[in-house]
């Protein structure tokens, strides 16, 4: 009988047994104990995972948003090399007094930062609408060559110069805009007495003087005289004499032609929206967000004389007899006209909204390869 003190029995199980539980029970216990252990490293592990993979992500979220910056300044570079041809380009807006061309320079001047362009105004001594030919020269040179400034728009109460005929290689573009001829009168013949919200503590010409247009018409006096009407045709004449002749039939004829040949676009007063509209889809790099500015509504543009009294029926029959009222309004349905076609062929009607019209025209057989 060899290990007597080991054999034995408690509880009814032999004592092996008992020393197997028992070992089994120690095994077990360590194993759990180096399994949690394990698991806190694995927490520990998994924790610090998480730490790492939060910070990867945020250096990829950086790097993205630097890839995003990288691609922003490469679609500027590439806009910039895109409107580089545009970045030379020279407006001239030779605006006609008392057509809304304050509140047209004003959509300008609130576009010029953010489109990044230039308003320059010219101002044109004792408010004279034409320039010797020195001065003309010094205009177009300057325009031309100043290229810190460009692009650009230059806007001036001056007539039409035919830039072609000073030797220049890149000539600039113009743009204006006409009012139906009347109401242009009647609103400068108000605007000289009365002023305007634009600067109305300026002191104007015929201030006090508190005639009517009406009675001036009807006892024919010299500020409502029909003569008083040729201001378009000769701006849009230009600088020969027959322009300021008034009543010249050369000098419609060479209106129009001058609207067809040296204009990119005429607008008429009227139609201020649909102006900068087809300004905005022809040339954005300075118009982009002019429709949308001027739908905001922004007050601080339009400008309106102070005091203007609608004319009476008779008032408007007498000056439509007038042969001058006939031209200047021959020459506004002409641009008018002009401008409607040129609105048909540029939007469109879709789905009761008006929309630019798509592209119409591709290159291809490009050749050489
Ligand atoms: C144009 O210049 C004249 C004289 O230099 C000046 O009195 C006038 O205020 C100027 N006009 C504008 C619109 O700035
Ligand atoms: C154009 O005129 C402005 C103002 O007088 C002047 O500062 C500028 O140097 C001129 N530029 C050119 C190219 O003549």
Known sequence: MSL??????????????WLVVCLTLLCVLSVYRYISDLNGRLDVLISSRVKLEKAVT????????????????????????????????VLVYNRVPKTGSTSFAGIAYELCTENH??????NISRNQRTLGLSDQMRFITNITGWDEKKPAIYHGHVAFIDFSRFGMQKLPIYINMVREPLERLISYYY????????KPFLKRRKAGDHESFDECVARDGEDCDPENLWVQIPYFCGHHADCWEPGNQWALEEAKRNVLHHYLVVGVTEELRDFLAVLEATLPRFFRGATA????????????????V???????EKIQESTIWKMENDF????????HYIKHLTFEMQDGEVVE??????????RPR
């Open 293 to 308: 500015l001027y739908s905001e509504g922004h007050k601080s543009h339009l400008r309106k004389t102070a005091k203007k």
């Open 310 to 316: 609608p004319p009476k029926p008779q008032t408007i």
């Open 357 to 366: 019209k798509e592209r119409k025209f591709q290159f291809e057989k490009i």
């Open 117 to 122: 362009f230039h308003v320059i105004h010219m």
């Open 58 to 89: 945020k250096l990829q979220l950086d790097s993205i948003d630097i890839s995003r910056r990288h691609l922003s300044f490469a679609d500027e570079q590439h806009y910039e090399r895109e409107s580089d041809r545009e970045d030379d380009m």
């Open 4 to 17: 007597p003190r080991f054999s034995g029995s408690f509880c009814g199980l032999n004592f092996r047994v």
């Open 332 to 339: 506004y349905e002409f641009v008018l006209d002009h401008f």
């Open 191 to 198: 605007f000289v007495r009365y002023g305007d919200d634009f």
